[in-house]
């Protein structure tokens, strides 16, 4: 039990952190780790994973929403581009051979994280209002609908995709980009993880109740930090924890 809780606490731990800072989803840190450690079906992982993912990302986003660093309506129209496009790539990848890509978000988290060390996200929110509201949605849309089909292809990434696309492609300023992915990543992670419990049954009670309660004390404490720090300060702390993270997880992996 001792060995439970302290992997648990470390999982949620790293996927809290990731998920206040800079919206990355808690499936690429728990699932490593309770697979690697705690010897559980992938599946089962993966559902405890995005379950624990939605309390994370919607005190997450309530936190930014409440710093005014939330843009919900574009966070819809991106959402439901997500949404639909996931099960495009999901049905898609169903009709070709299998393709190992594990590693692609782990990769992505890691030259991401270097990326805001080196190149920080120096957008303000006046450069943000400058964009014209009828091009911000076909972004969105154009983003969304790429982000959720290759999620649904490759089944990772969707959160570090999404940070990339807001701060890189729409001109989003880090902290509203962040507040937007984790307000997309609740009703994304709360579908998966319903489908998954439906498909897959009930996962082990415990390390479900610790890692969503660890993931979510730790998002809280990230996303608290985050909405208070400069934007040179939230992106260096925030390349510093998504490299780390890219370097734990791929020495999990490893070990595995």
Not at 18 to 46: E, H, K, N, R, W
Not at 168 to 178: N, P
Request: glycine share 10%.
């Amino acid at each position: 039990m001792i060995a439970k809780i302290l992997v648990c606490f470390f999982a949620g731990l790293g996927a809290g952190l990731g998920t206040g800072f800079a919206g990355m989803s808690a499936a690429a840190v728990i699932s490593p780790m309770l697979i690697t450690f705690l010897d559980m079906p992938v599946y089962q992982a993966v559902g405890i994973a995005l379950a624990s993912d939605v309390l994370a990302s919607a005190v997450s986003a309530y936190t930014y929403g409440k710093n005014k660093n939330l843009d919900i309506r574009n966070g819809l129209v991106m959402m439901a581009a997500v949404l639909l496009f996931t099960m495009v790539g999901s049905w898609t990848a169903s009709l070709v051979p299998n393709t190992t890509m594990g590693s692609f978000s782990v990769f992505m988290t890691m030259l991401l994280g270097i990326k805001f060390i080196v190149r920080p996200v120096m957008t303000t929110k006046e450069a943000m209002a400058s964009v014209s509201a009828r091009k911000r949605i076909i972004q969105s849309i154009v983003c969304g609908s790429g982000v959720g089909f290759i999620c649904g292809f490759v089944g990772a990434g969707g959160g570090m995709m999404m940070l990339l696309l807001l701060t890189s492609v729409l001109g989003y300023e880090l902290k509203t980009a962040v507040g937007t992915s984790v307000f997309i990543m609740t009703f994304t992670a709360l579908t998966g993880a319903a489908s998954h419990f439906a498909i897959g049954g009930a996962p082990d009670p415990w390390c479900l109740v610790l890692c969503v309660a660890f993931t979510l004390l730790w998002a809280r404490v990230a996303a608290l930090f985050a909405n208070k720090a400069s934007a040179k300060t939230l992106n260096r702390a925030t390349g510093v924890v998504l490299t780390v993270l890219g370097i734990v997880i791929l020495s999990v992996r490893f070990f595995s």
